[in-house]
């Protein structure tokens, strides 16, 4: 069973890190706002999802959900498991690996503040089907697995919103697999660097080559001959754990196709997402 989190006017929570199981106390905060270490206002509707919701829907989904922070190189759930939360990234980035017998391992995705990590809660499947990675350090918003089904089970605003975001999410997969199997390295790592800032304000991505070389199923060689052939382009500068993206047109220049064709997804489900918003402010959709 999930329960609301008390709305007393401030109160002292614990805000879990992922795959940690560190906290951070002392730090006062409303279930509905929280302040990370950085002072930095944070709220639910960060997520585009929790965004889109009406205001109704929006409300009685809210004592429920629980600030936390993404720790880089974490895992929010493994591969075969079972996980007790759906979780609403506000930044950062989080990536699915599809995992093999012998450790092996290859990102299908990516997710940003754009979706939600947790399909498998409301899909009838039960089990996770990857592990899921955070890429990018950043925070997120979760909430009981038992809280969504209920909430999709009522096929209301949030049912919709989940059902959009999922086709997006497989064709994202689709169109991964095929940039795996006819693309090079390089062409991959662009796109792996375009999807991860369109999805984050910042041109500076926190990233090692083994953690790049993990999430796209290379050597780590192969990811360090391609960053230092887009270094010496001038699209990038590499240092220690980041990456700074200098030329944002070079590395579009250099990228493959499949990421005009996800860029040009995630445009149509955004526009998509608007018209709905708008026609709800107009009355004109029942939820």
């Known amino acids: 069973m999930d329960y609301a989190l008390p709305d007393l006017s401030y109160d002292t929570l614990q805000l879990p890190i992922a795959g940690g199981g560190i906290g951070y106390y002392g730090i006062r905060t409303r279930p509905r706002l929280a302040f990370a270490q950085s002072k930095v206002l944070h709220s639910p509707r960060q997520n585009q999802i929790l965004a889109d919701l009406p205001d109704a829907d929006y409300e009685r989904l809210l004592p429920y959900l629980e600030f936390m922070q993404l720790a880089s190189g974490s895992t929010l759930h493994e591969a075969g498991g079972h996980s007790n939360f759906a979780y609403f990234p506000t930044d950062g980035i989080v990536s699915p690996l599809c995992v093999m017998e012998n450790g092996a391992a290859a990102a299908v995705a990516i997710t940003g503040n754009e979706g939600m990590i947790g399909t498998s809660l409301f899909m009838g499947g039960g089990v996770t089907p990857d592990r899921a990675l955070v890429q990018s350090a950043g925070h997120a918003y979760r909430l009981g697995a038992n809280r969504l089904r209920q909430e999709f089970r009522r096929g209301g605003a949030l049912c919709r919103l989940l059902l959009r975001f999922t086709q997006s999410l497989i064709n994202q997969m689709a169109q ?52 230092g052939k887009l270094q010496k382009a001038g699209a990038i500068r590499c240092g220690r754990g980041r990456i700074t993206v200098l030329s944002h047109p070079e590395l579009e220049h250099r990228v493959c196709e499949c990421y005009v064709a996800l860029n040009g997804e995630s445009r149509r489900t955004a526009a998509a997402l608007r018209q709905q918003a708008r026609a709800r402010a107009c009355g004109a959709i029942a939820y």
């Open 176 to 227: 991964t697999a095929v940039c795996n199997r006819y693309h090079s390295i390089e062409q991959q790592l662009c796109r792996w660097l375009l999807l991860s800032l369109d999805r984050m304000p910042a041109i500076e991505l926190h990233l090692t080559h083994e953690l790049l070389a993990n999430i796209l199923g290379v050597r780590r060689e192969g990811i360090t001959e391609a960053a």
